[in-house]
């Protein structure tokens, strides 16, 4: 927290001196602040992105879909999810797995699994995190059957199970 603090006093700096921070510089302040759970300040640094003209990317729209998961927020990581495209991003599988991952851990996994399917209607491609995921949600609710089918799919594109998956099973 205190390595947080200081990083963001080093911004105010920057910006009072009429430097504008580098989108590395906003990502690596937002992860600090998701880090320590304070969403709302990473939030206020994704507005003071924009204020100053410097364009979120893919890596800073997934922290903040993580970290909302992470939060049991996953209706807001939801909405700013179907708010990338608007706004010129094209979820990469990093962002859907995040939400996949949020969905299942907060009961959704039906949502989850229509995430995949859009995921794959959208030509991004799921890797063996994305199906670990929502193999851990079918598992959760019992749905066995259901989770060795996306075993059979995600070795029907190439994937391998990985030890996660069977430990997971």
């Known amino acids: 927290t205190k390595c947080v603090h200081r990083a963001m ?7 009072s001196s009429k430097l504008t ?3 590395v510089t906003y990502n690596e302040l937002i992860h600090g602040q998701c880090k320590v759970g304070d969403l709302d ?8 992105m924009t204020e ?5 990317d893919h890596w800073t729209y997934g922290v903040l879909v993580d ?17 990338l495209k608007e706004k010129g991003i094209q979820p990469n599988e ?20 229509s ?19 929502l193999i851990n949600g079918l598992c959760s609710e019992r749905k066995l059957k259901k989770a ?8 029907k594109v190439g994937l391998k199970p990985t030890v996660q998956t069977y430990t997971i099973l």
Do not use: W
């Open 9 to 15: 006093s080093l911004l105010q700096g920057m910006v």
């Open 21 to 23: 921070p580098s989108l």
């Open 41 to 48: 300040s990473a939030f206020k640094l994704l507005d003071l």
């Open 52 to 56: 100053n003209k410097v364009v979120p």
């Open 67 to 83: 970290s909302l998961c992470k939060k049991n927020r996953v209706e807001e990581a939801r909405l700013l999810f179907d708010s």
């Open 94 to 113: 990093v962002i859907y797995t995040a939400l996949i991952d949020g969905f299942c851990k907060a009961g959704k996994v039906d949502d989850g699994c």
């Open 115 to 133: 995430l995949l399917e859009k995921m794959q209607n959208e030509n991004c491609l799921p890797n063996s995190s994305t199906y670990n995921a």
């Open 148 to 155: 060795l089918q996306l075993v059979a799919d995600m070795e």
